[in-house]
């Protein structure tokens, strides 16, 4: 296993960690100001579940020409998602008290399109690292199941961690931002290496 190889599994994981440490936190927030009831975790459980899969389908449909820059496309939306976890709890709260009047509905649409932009992020994550094994191993199988494999078991830690330890001693703000330094740090690895690659190929 290469350096580059091992550093994408590595980010991969950081990735699923944050991922979870979000979804945990912006569930709380949300219940916090809309309520816990059916409807609630209806939405923003839906807005989870079909951001991650659009958000699949984007990445595939855009890995699948292998002259685009799969490993700076995967930095920016790791970057993308840091960013909007920065500031996630805010807007979150100042549209929760814009939208506290409006009917039920409405309400639900908009808690709806806040969770699923960022999803649809997430959801392109794996398409386009298994794009970037792929075109190095050529080994479609093998690339999927170890990014899955190591994404997943991010998520795992990331869920245990998030009840017993980041929210109990950090809060959700902090968590959040503790999230989003992840995602930020994560871009940079795979930044750097995706510049160094290119270089390598221009002067080759």
């Keep these: 296993m290469t350096a580059a190889s091992l550093a994408v599994f590595v980010v991969f994981f950081l990735s699923g960690f944050s991922a979870l ?3 945990v936190v912006w569930q709380r927030s949300l219940f916090a100001i809309y309520g816990i009831n059916l409807e609630s975790v209806t939405v923003v459980v839906t807005a989870f579940m079909l951001g991650l899969g659009l958000g699949s389908l984007a990445g595939g449909a855009l890995s699948k020409d292998p002259k685009r820059p799969v490993l700076l496309m995967f930095a920016a939306v790791e970057a993308g998602i840091g960013a909007f976890g920065l500031v996630s709890l805010s807007l979150f709260h100042h549209v929760g008290m814009a939208t506290l009047r409006l009917p039920s509905l409405v309400t639900a649409l908009v808690t709806f399109v806040l969770v699923l932009a960022p999803t649809l992020l997430m959801g392109s994550t ?5 794009a970037h094994l792929v075109r190095r191993s050529g080994n479609v199988g093998k690339s999927v199941g170890v990014l899955y494999f190591v994404n997943t078991l991010g998520s795992a830690l990331a869920s245990i961690a998030a ?5 109990p001693r950090l809060g959700q703000a902090r968590s959040v931002v503790a999230a989003a330094i992840v995602n930020l740090v994560a871009a940079s690895i795979v930044g750097g290496f995706a ?3 290119r270089r390598r190929e221009h002067r080759a």
Excluded at 126 to 130: F, G, I, N, Q, S
């Design 195 to 197: 510049l160094v690659e």
């Design 163 to 167: 009840v017993l330890w980041l929210l």
């Design 21 to 23: 440490v979000y979804q």
């Design 126 to 130: 794996l398409p386009l690292l298994t």
